[in-house]
C-alpha cells in the first residue's frame, strides 16, 4: 500500500488540548478507526502514560474482539513515558531524543501516526505539537474550554487576546516552519454540542468563526452530546465499526453519530481520504 504522503512517509495527525475532558481520546479512536477501514496502517503514539485511555481503548478492543471472534482493525500502540531522572534538563533530553527515534521508526513503517495528548501542559505534549502536520482540538461547548483558545469579552463576546493554548500552537508552528518549512493544519472542532442550549451555541459558534481566521484555525462541526460515546469505550467499538458487526443495533441516534464522524474525516482533509487508494501490489 503506498503512503498517503508524497514523500513516503507516515503523515501525523495530533490530538491536542491543555483542557482536560474535551474529547481528544474519543476524537482519536474513531479517526483512527476510519483510517484503519481504509486500509491504512495506523501508528498510535498515547502520550498520556497516566491515564492511558486511549491505549485503554485499544486493550478493550482486542479483548472484546477475541472474546467475541470478532475481526476488528487494529493499530499499533504504543505509549510513551515521561523519562525519569532529577535534572530537568536531562530529562527533556531524553524525551526529545526517544520521541524523535520513535517518530523517526514509525514514519518509514506506517501510513498514519496519531498521537494522543495529555489534557494538560508536557514538555512531550508541546513536542509532538512541533511534529503535526494536521493538529486537531476539541473544546467542549463551553466558554470555559473557548478560554483556552482567546480571551473573550463579558459584554459583547469578542476575542480580546489569543490565550496559553493558541501561544503554544504559535510556537510550535514557528518551530515545525524552522525545523523542515513544514506547515500545521489545525483544526478545531466543537465537542458534546447540545440540542438544548441554543443562545450558549450561537456564541460560541460566533466566538470560534472570529478566532479562527486570527489564529489561522479551520473550525469545523463536531459531535454531539450522545450517550453513545461514553458507552463505547469498555468494549472498545467506535461508531465507525457498527456497519461491519451485525450484534450491535443502529438507532437513530447512532446513525447520527455515525454521519458526525465521517462528515469529519471528510472535513479533515487528510492525504489520499477523498483519492481511491493505491496498492503497490497492484
Ligand atoms: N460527544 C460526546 N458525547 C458524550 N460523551 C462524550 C462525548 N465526547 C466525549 N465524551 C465523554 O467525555 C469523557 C471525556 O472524553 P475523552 O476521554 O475523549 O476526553 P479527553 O480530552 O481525551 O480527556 P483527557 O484530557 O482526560 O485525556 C469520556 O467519558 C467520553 O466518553
Ligand atoms: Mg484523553
Not at 63 to 92: C, F, T, W
Not at 109 to 122: M, Q
Amino acid at each position: 500500500m503506498t503512503s498517503p504522503n508524497k514523500n513516503n512517509k507516515a503523515y501525523t495527525i495530533v490530538v491536542g488540548n491543555e483542557k482536560g475532558g474535551s474529547g481528544k481520546s474519543t476524537s482519536a479512536i474513531h479517526i483512527v478507526v476510519s483510517l484503519l477501514e481504509r486500509d491504512y496502517t495506523v501508528a498510535i503514539i498515547d502520550l498520556d502514560a497516566r491515564q492511558k485511555s486511549l491505549a485503554r481503548y485499544v486493550e478493550n478492543r482486542q479483548a472484546y474482539a477475541e472474546q467475541h471472534n470478532l475481526k476488528l482493525v487494529m493499530p499499533d500502540l504504543h505509549v510513551l513515558k515521561r523519562a525519569d531522572g532529577d535534572s530537568i534538563q536531562k530529562m527533556n533530553q531524553e524525551d526529545t531524543e526517544k520521541f524523535s527515534s520513535l517518530l523517526d521508526e514509525f514514519k518509514q513503517k506506517f501510513d498514519y501516526i496519531l498521537i494522543d495528548c495529555p489534557g494538560s501542559d508536557s514538555f512531550l505534549s508541546r513536542l509532538a505539537h512541533t511534529s503535526a502536520d494536521t493538529l486537531i482540538t476539541p473544546v467542549n461547548d463551553s466558554f470555559v474550554d473557548v478560554d483556552l483558545l482567546a480571551k473573550v469579552s463579558p459584554d459583547t463576546y469578542k476575542v480580546e487576546k489569543l490565550s496559553l493554548y493558541s501561544e503554544m500552537v504559535w510556537e510550535a508552528r514557528k518551530i515545525r516552519a524552522m525545523k523542515d518549512r513544514g506547515t500545521i493544519d489545525w483544526i478545531v472542532l466543537r465537542n458534546r454540542t447540545s440540542a438544548l442550549d441554543a443562545k450558549n451555541k450561537r456564541r460560541v459558534h460566533e466566538v470560534l468563526t472570529e478566532l479562527q481566521k486570527r489564529v489561522a484555525f479551520r473550525y469545523v462541526p463536531g459531535f454531539g452530546e450522545r450517550v453513545i460515546y461514553r458507552e463505547l469505550f469498555p468494549k472498545g467499538l467506535t461508531l465507525v465499526d457498527f456497519s461491519n458487526n451485525n450484534k450491535e443495533k443502529m438507532t437513530m441516534s447512532h446513525v447520527a453519530a455515525r454521519q458526525e464522524i465521517r462528515r469529519l474525516m471528510d472535513d479533515l482533509k487528510l492525504p489520499g481520504w477523498n483519492t481511491p487508494k493505491i496498492n503497490a501490489a497492484e
